[in-house]
Antibody
Framework: QVTLRESGPALVMPTQTLTLTCSFS??????????VTWIRQSPGKALEWLAR???????FYRTSLKTRLTISKDTSKNQVVLTMTNVDPVDAATYYC??????????????WGQGTLVSVSS | QSALTQPASVSGSPGQSITISCTGT?????????VSWYQQHPGKAPKLIVY???KRPSGVSNRFSGSKSGDTASLTISGLQAEDEADYIC???????????FGAGTKVTVL
């Protein structure tokens, strides 16, 4: 049974660094084809893909946020960490982590976490 | 990196069929047969119900079906049931520079 759970601060001050942790079970991020990705959704807006880390430690970032995001993994702990520097009120959103599979057709998100709501305010 | 366009809401009576559209561009929905749909109940994690445009994961009701024409993908729910009341989100592969593109979600109401 695959499960993912996001954790992190509910409130972050502007200009600070946001650190989110995705703890997962039911699969190993050392298995070929396995990836974990982060997505966010601001109220009333489309979901926005942020970053992805692969079983072989390849990393991919949303172009517009590339300078502010860092994704890393701890395979032994079954955790993936996303950091976002210099947060702004526009970064307030529900942040989701999800399992992503790479296949012949293309990437597929098959399992999601419930999301964690992050507010940005002083 | 434009988002996919979905209607904000769709409603139907029990037993009816409804269709949710998801419009992208020739760079994502129109180019790749990598469109997926997710069902999300309030406070719950999104659940995969359709992938690669028309495929259903094991255990997903055959009342859910997907299709695509040009730059628009669609999700049809037939025999609408009360439990289908949820948000439905579409997602498409957009190539190496825009890996995943999402819609804002469509709220389905069962009247």
């Amino acid at each position: 049974q695959v499960t993912l759970r996001e954790s992190g601060p509910a409130l972050v001050m502007p200009t600070q660094t946001l650190t989110l942790t995705c703890s997962f079970s039911g699969f190993s991020l050392s298995t070929s084809g396995m990836c974990v990705t982060w997505i966010r959704q601001s109220p009333g807006k489309a979901l926005e893909w942020l970053a992805r880390i692969d079983w072989d430690d390849d990393k991919f970032y949303r172009t517009s946020l590339k300078t502010r995001l860092t994704i890393s993994k701890d395979t032994s702990k079954n955790q993936v960490v996303l950091t976002m520097t210099n947060v702004d009120p526009v970064d307030a959103a529900t942040y989701y982590c999800a399992r992503l599979l790479t296949g012949a057709e293309g990437p597929l998100i098959d399992f999601w976490g419930q999301g964690t709501l992050v507010s940005v305010s002083s | 990196q434009s988002a996919l366009t979905q209607p904000a809401s769709v409603s139907g009576s029990p037993g009816q069929s409804i269709t949710i559209s998801c419009t992208g561009t020739s760079s994502d929905v129109g180019k790749y047969n990598v469109v997926s749909w997710y069902q999300q109940h309030p406070g719950k994690a999104p659940k995969l119900i359709v992938y690669e445009v028309t495929k259903r994961p094991s255990g997903v009701s055959n009342r859910f079906s997907g299709s695509k024409s040009g730059d628009t993908a669609s999700l049809t729910i037939s025999g609408l049931q009360a439990e289908d009341e949820a948000d439905y989100i579409c997602c498409s592969y957009g190539g190496s520079n825009n890996p995943l593109v999402f819609g804002a979600g469509t709220k389905v109401t069962v009247l």
